[in-house]
């Protein structure tokens, strides 16, 4: 049977479903499988994906690549996951995310809660958690001074349990994380339930789950908020590892090839004159190298003629021009495959119009919409839940925040010249408000207006008056 080259299992992606919390948290033994899967099945290639972004990429850092010792072995990483990533993460989240209410008091209630917890970086920040893992997770709490937070948490140590039925419904967060407790390595799960949070403790193998603490809280629902990067939770650079992975081999196997040049066979075809019956031949050789100087006698043949004399180094030849070609071929399935636009591409750099680059950024943009339709939902949960605990505290109605409107904006080049030709060409055909509405720049309509009309007030006068002169 040949052996399975996939990367990850499909136990690394699978979503956890139970039937109720109530079910989940009277059979611990239960919600320990789980939490061991996660452990030993999804960190992994969390883990992984993790180490990519930071440029550890792993299939290159390990093992061994050359037979024999002597040779180079450079291990090149080229960190395009972080390319992809934050490309990514800047066109979609470079502009803030706009919350808004159609009630200024409500609008400015949402304003103060965005400011206090940096929404700005907490909605980046998420974003490229969805962008590295395929998800990202984020807590909303009561902080001590009573005001409502949230902040990020890592992937890596949370996870989310939704109910069976079609709705898939969240019943359950799931926290875990290994602390050394009382000169021991104990590992704390906090179970965050729609009422409340029970923290157990246990061995650092995962087993014999004790309750250690239980406490109420007021957000009517689950206060760890899911953030999905699209249906299949895989992250943005996750189907391009094996081309990356070729890639590092590629210019590695290049640095190698530069170093072993160097480092070359000599062969001698002849006798060197070693001037002397008890002078070593390697290191009359090594002499005669550092010279500059090689002098060697021809052998007679069997004929009585001196054979030729030859002196040359050997090395595994290299087809450097095909390789740079592969290298490209790659480069580009990367960014194809991606999404992602090469910047550093002559074809895409220059002086473009707006509409030609839209066209190079339209695969980007069909990512752009899906990752926005994903962001929003979890978005709008995380006001859900923060309405809900002002409810109960009357800072704020029930239901209020259900009406938020979330607008994104791609952080985009604008051509504002090309915007500008566009505006001057359109004298005489639009009014002059929707031309000025059409400047790629916020200006103020109404004042503008004012100071058109005041113009041509000015402008008559000013012929009248000359009229009368005359």
């Known amino acids: 049977m040949a052996e399975n080259k996939q990367?990850?299992?499909?136990?690394?992606?699978?979503?956890?479903?139970?039937?109720?919390?109530?079910?989940?948290?009277?059979?611990?033994?239960?919600?320990?499988?789980?939490?061991?899967?996660?452990?030993?099945?999804?960190?992994?290639?969390?883990?992984?994906?993790?180490?990519?972004?930071?440029?550890n990429n792993r299939t290159i850092?390990?093992?061994?690549?050359?037979?024999?010792?002597?040779?180079?072995?450079h291990r090149a990483t080229h960190n395009h996951a972080r390319y992809v990533s934050q490309f990514i993460v800047g066109y979609l989240t470079g502009s803030p995310i706009e919350v808004m209410h159609n009630e200024q008091k409500v609008q400015d209630t949402i304003s103060y809660i965005n400011d206090i917890n940096n929404a700005d970086a907490i909605n980046s920040e998420l974003t490229l958690d969805c962008s590295v893992y395929g998800r990202a997770y984020e807590l909303i709490f009561r902080s001590q001074d009573d005001e409502t937070r949230f902040t990020l948490l890592s992937p890596l140590e949370t996870f989310v349990i939704y109910d069976d039925t079609v709705e898939q419904k969240a019943i359950a967060g799931?926290?875990?994380?290994?602390?050394?407790?009382?000169?021991?390595?104990?590992?704390?799960?906090?179970?965050?339930?729609?009422?409340?949070?029970?923290?157990?403790?246990?061995?650092?193998?995962?087993?014999?789950?004790?309750?250690?603490?239980?406490?109420?809280?007021?957000?009517?629902?689950?206060?760890?908020?899911?953030?999905?990067?699209?249906?299949?939770?895989?992250?943005?650079?996750?189907?391009?590892?094996?081309?990356?992975?070729?890639?590092?081999?590629?210019?590695?196997?290049?640095?190698?090839?530069?170093?072993?040049?160097?480092?070359?066979?000599?062969?001698?075809?002849?006798?060197?004159?070693?001037?002397?019956?008890?002078?070593?031949?390697?290191?009359?050789?090594?002499?005669?190298?550092?010279?500059?100087?090689l002098y060697m006698e021809p052998e007679m043949g069997t004929d009585g003629k001196e054979d030729n004399v030859d002196a040359r180094y050997i090395y595994k030849?290299?087809?450097?021009?095909?390789?740079?070609?592969?290298?490209?071929?790659?480069?580009?399935?990367?960014?194809?495959?991606?999404?992602?636009?090469n910047m550093n591409d002559e074809k895409f750099a220059g002086t473009q119009s707006g509409e030609s680059m839209k066209y190079k950024l339209?695969?980007?943009?069909?990512?752009?919409?899906?990752?926005?339709?994903?962001?929003?939902?979890?978005?709008?949960?995380?006001?859900?839940?923060?309405?809900n605990i002002m409810a109960?505290?009357?800072?704020?109605?029930?239901?209020?925040?259900?009406?938020?409107?979330?607008?994104?904006?791609?952080?985009?080049?604008?051509?504002?010249?090309?915007?500008?030709?566009i505006f001057n060409s359109l004298g005489g055909e639009v009014s002059n408000e929707t031309a000025l509405s059409l400047l790629p720049y916020e200006i103020d309509i109404e004042a503008e207006k004012k100071c058109l009309s005041e113009e041509q007030e000015n402008r008559r006068q000013t012929s009248s008056y000359m009229d009368v002169e005359s």
Do not use: C
Request: proline share 2%.
């Open 7 to 55: 990367r990850f299992s499909k136990e690394a992606n699978k979503t956890y479903t139970y039937k109720d919390a109530d079910s989940l948290l009277a059979n611990l033994g239960d919600l320990t499988e789980i939490v061991n899967h996660h452990l030993s099945n999804q960190v992994s290639r969390l883990s992984e994906l993790d180490d990519y972004y930071l440029g």
């Open 61 to 73: 850092l390990n093992g061994d690549r050359r037979k024999e010792e002597h040779m180079a072995d």
């Open 174 to 293: 799931i926290r875990h994380r290994t602390l050394l407790i009382d000169g021991e390595n104990t590992l704390i799960v906090e179970v965050y339930t729609n009422s409340k949070i029970y923290t157990y403790h246990a061995n650092e193998d995962g087993s014999d789950y004790k309750l250690v603490d239980e406490k109420a809280h007021y957000f009517d629902g689950v206060p760890i908020n899911e953030y999905q990067n699209n249906r299949f939770r895989q992250g943005d650079f996750e189907n391009v590892l094996n081309l990356i992975d070729l890639y590092d081999a590629s210019q590695s196997d290049l640095a190698n090839y530069s170093q072993d040049l160097q480092d070359a066979m000599l062969v001698i075809k002849g006798r060197l004159d070693l001037m002397g019956d008890n002078v070593d031949p390697v290191q009359r050789a090594k002499e005669m190298k550092q010279a500059n100087i």
């Open 317 to 341: 030849q290299y087809d450097v021009a095909g390789m740079e070609a592969y290298k490209t071929r790659l480069t580009n399935d990367i960014h194809k495959f991606t999404n992602v636009p």
């Open 362 to 387: 339209f695969g980007l943009e069909q990512v752009r919409a899906s990752k926005e339709r994903y962001f929003k939902r979890s978005m709008k949960n995380r006001y859900r839940l923060i309405n």
């Open 392 to 421: 109960t505290g009357s800072e704020l109605p029930k239901d209020t925040l259900n009406n938020i409107s979330i607008e994104f904006t791609p952080n985009f080049p604008k051509n504002t010249k090309e915007q500008i030709d």
